[in-house]
């Protein structure tokens, strides 16, 4: 797994629950590690031996985890640098829904050898939506929720999002939107500050 990866775990524990609780969780790891790089490999292993870590110390479902995980990762002041990244997406959600089956070769464009899980978009209509992932490590699909969910709210639509797995490493979230302007989103402008990436995090400072 890619160290920014795990890198991102790190930085959400702290980020979340404070500096103590990823003391807590490393140690209860056992794997020697207590800091993450961004740009080194890691063994798909340790990054899980982590995240069940953190859910055994946080006492909180993997998967529920995980979705936290995935606001966490467009919610954040820490990681403001990557929601702009996603609303260059597009001007809406649908526009945004849209664009997501290129997300992956638009990582690879600032970190070559960062491999997201495929993604790709299927619409029922106008509202119904399924977005499909397929990555060998299993949890992505929790994360796509907690990125779905904030992101229709900084869109301001109003939409249901359904996890559900499919045959072999295919995870997917059943998507159907109610309005897509049902609030006001929140502000975007091309020009805005950027704040510090995830391995930027205020704790490391």
């Known amino acids: 797994m890619h160290g920014l990866i795990n890198r991102t775990i ?30 080194l490999v890691y063994e798909d292993e340790v990054t899980s031996i982590f995240l069940n870590a953190c859910s055994a110390d946080l006492n909180k479902p993997l998967d529920g985890l995980l979705e936290d995980i995935g606001t966490y990762l467009v919610s954040h002041p820490n990681t403001e640098s990557l929601r702009r990244l996603l609303r260059f997406g597009g001007g809406d959600f649908v526009e945004f829904l849209q664009s997501l089956d290129d997300l992956p070769e638009r990582a690879r464009l600032a970190v070559s050898d960062l491999e997201l899980p495929e993604l790709e978009l299927h619409e029922y209509g106008a509202v119904d939506y399924r977005l499909v992932c397929r990555s060998p490590m299993p949890g992505f699909g929790h994360v796509l929720v907690g990125v779905l969910r904030t992101m229709a709210d900084d869109y301001g639509t109003l939409a249901c999002l359904d996890y559900g797995e499919g045959e072999g490493l295919e995870e997917f979230v059943e998507i159907t939107l109610f309005e897509t ?24 400072r």
Do not use: K, N
């Open 10 to 39: 790190q930085c959400f524990v702290r980020d979340t629950y404070g500096p103590q609780a990823w003391d807590r969780i490393a140690l209860r790891a056992g794997t020697g590690i207590t800091s993450f790089e961004s740009m």
């Open 181 to 204: 302007e049902y609030s006001v989103g929140r502000s975007f402008t091309l020009g805005g500050h950027i704040a510090q990436p995830v391995e930027g995090s205020a704790d490391d």
